[in-house]
């Protein structure tokens, strides 16, 4: 019994070009919104919650509707190519709104002014007349603004309580002398949030692009979520259920390539760092490789024929279900519902805390540690699960799925935990951390949609896929806004406190499963006492 690595890549594709899609728009939608158009972590959270929303309706639906399907091309295919085809179009078409409102900012000259002389300044950023000359500057612009009724008085009041207050909370009415390292975390991000108000008034005074842009991009969401559950579902349909771990580690392992591609293109054109910079390229390279990929994937994946050599090889190893085989999760025995149950909160207590992490570190990593390039450590974390994806298959295998997911969920605890303690001067530390966070996601993720379909039978793998789904798209409907709040109520700086506490929470949770590991894999101590852990 043996896994087609050559079959599974091919599939994979499909998986490529949903996470080079995720991969960009989790890199800069959120800095558009914040940077660009001015929002705040709370409503740039709220925005990005929008594909989780849909996916939380459209994943169960469109899963259980190609579960049902029966078109010349297979049952998951046809919506892979309309999904791809509309969301590639549309998210090239992001890059207009985006040229036309990166246009108007540089066009009122304040925001870049203010931006260009402070972001690269030579000036020793730990030196206190650093920053009163910056309290200065701002002082002086948002008087004139309210002078020329550009602001309100409110306004007014609310970046003194929000910005100044707290800057000079920190200043401790001091003019000359240092400063901590560890206050410059936070005194950079009060001037930043100064700097997405100003980006907030240029949307205020032309709205019309920035609707413009969410409704694309919902179109884009769309799309994307009409193919995504059956395109997962695509893998355990080709695959005996004792060989998904290992083919999923492949799958997973396309996803990391596709978020290395994605990253190298945003690092190549020189993304990664600066605010206010045009996008153009990055969204019409990404929408072009998606195609291009596309078209890969249906000239090397015959649907129809993989699900019928699948059906061949069950036979040949007695892996046939029987008619009696449970197929709706209601009608599960109790323990493996309990089970299901337990694997389904802790998907949603992991992606709390991760997508958290990766809607927010693009921002979080040059204006909070002042990393020159937030591509870097998520580079980093994309090229260790790489390394890790087919080993982390093949040790499941020998330990057990739950056993190698709570390693997983330990390191990143660890990894999250560590990156709230970093500052400028140890910003170099999140390379190594988020090497690591790139390994415990990998373990996690490996295992964690395997669990959840070895309860599922062939029939309905995509109603299974879809419950998998449901969970994950409802914690990054919740945690990109919660996770906001916090920050834009206390600050930045909370970002990994919040993740770290999520996380922690699943290893609760997933310690408590009993079911989900193949039964084809009985090959650890506890399996061998008859210990049931399938």
């Known amino acids: 019994m043996k896994l087609d690595y050559k079959k599974t ?13 995720w991969q960009t728009y989790d890199s800069i939608i959120t800095k558009i919104l914040i940077d660009k158009f001015g929002l705040n972590q709370t409503w740039s959270g709220v925005v990005m919650a929008l594909d989780n929303v849909l996916a939380l309706f459209m994943l169960p639906l469109f899963g259980a509707l190609s579960d049902k399907s029966n078109r010349k091309l297979g049952r998951r295919t046809p919506y892979v190519i309309v ?56 002082t002086t612009e948002r008087t ?182 449970i197929n709706e999760a209601n009608d599960l025995p109790k323990d493996k519902k309990l089970s299901l149950y337990l694997i389904l909160f802790s998907v949603f207590l992991w992606f709390m805390g991760y997508n958290a992490v990766m809607t927010k570190v693009s921002d979080y990593a040059p204006k909070i540690l002042q990393l020159a390039s937030f591509t870097i450590p998520l580079l980093i974390a994309n090229v260790t699960a790489i390394i890790a994806f087919i080993p982390i298959g093949i040790l499941s295998t020998k330990f057990g799925r739950r056993k190698t997911i709570l390693f997983g969920i330990v390191l990143l605890t660890l990894c ?5 303690f970093l500052s400028h001067d140890t910003g170099w530390i999140m390379y190594i951390v988020f090497g690591l966070t790139g390994v415990g996601w990998a373990t996690i993720n490996v295992n964690s949609y395997p669990m959840v379909v070895e309860l599922a039978k062939g029939s309905n793998v995509g109603r299974y896929t879809g419950y998998y789904y449901s969970f994950s798209m409802a914690a990054q409907i919740v945690t990109p806004i919660l996770s906001g709040f916090l920050m834009d109520t206390i600050h930045q700086k909370m970002l990994f406190p919040y993740a770290t506490f999520f996380v922690a929470l699943a290893f609760i949770t997933m310690f408590f499963t009993k079911h989900g590991d193949s039964k084809a894999e009985k090959k650890t101590l506890l399996e061998s006492f008859d210990v049931d852990m399938d």
């Open 9 to 21: 890549f091919y599939i994979g594709l499909a998986f490529f070009i949903i996470t080079i899609f």
């Open 83 to 138: 999904g791809t085809v509309v969301a590639a179009f549309a998210f090239m078409g992001l890059s207009y709104m985006d040229s036309v409102q990166t246009t108007r900012i540089e066009e009122t000259n304040t925001i870049i002014e203010l931006y260009e002389a402070n972001h690269d300044d030579a000036v020793d950023r730990l030196e206190i007349d650093y920053w009163v000359t910056l309290v200065d500057q701002m």
């Open 144 to 325: 004139a603004a309210q002078s020329s009724g550009t602001i309100t008085a409110e306004r007014y009041a609310t970046w003194e309580t929000k910005v100044l207050d707290k800057i000079n909370l920190i200043l401790d009415g001091r003019t000359t002398g240092s400063l901590e390292v560890s206050d410059l975390s936070y005194l950079d991000g009060y001037y930043n949030v100064y700097l997405s108000d100003l980006a907030w008034e240029v949307t205020v005074a032309n709205p019309f692009n920035f609707i413009i842009f969410v409704l694309v991009l919902l179109i884009a969401l769309v799309f994307m979520s009409i193919f995504r559950s059956p395109a997962v579902a695509l893998m355990p349909d080709v695959t005996m259920k004792p060989l998904r771990s290992k083919a999923n580690a492949v799958i997973n392992l396309m996803g990391a390539a596709a978020g290395v591609t994605a990253l190298i293109i945003l690092t190549l054109y020189g993304l990664g760092g600066k605010s206010y910079v045009h996008y153009t390229m990055a969204f019409v390279t990404v929408g072009i490789v998606m195609l291009i990929v596309l078209a890969i994937f249906l000239w090397k994946v015959k649907e129809p024929k993989l699900v019928e050599q699948r059906v061949a090889d069950d036979v040949k190893w007695g892996l046939i279900e029987e008619e009696d085989d």
């Open 416 to 420: 999250f935990g560590s990156v709230f």
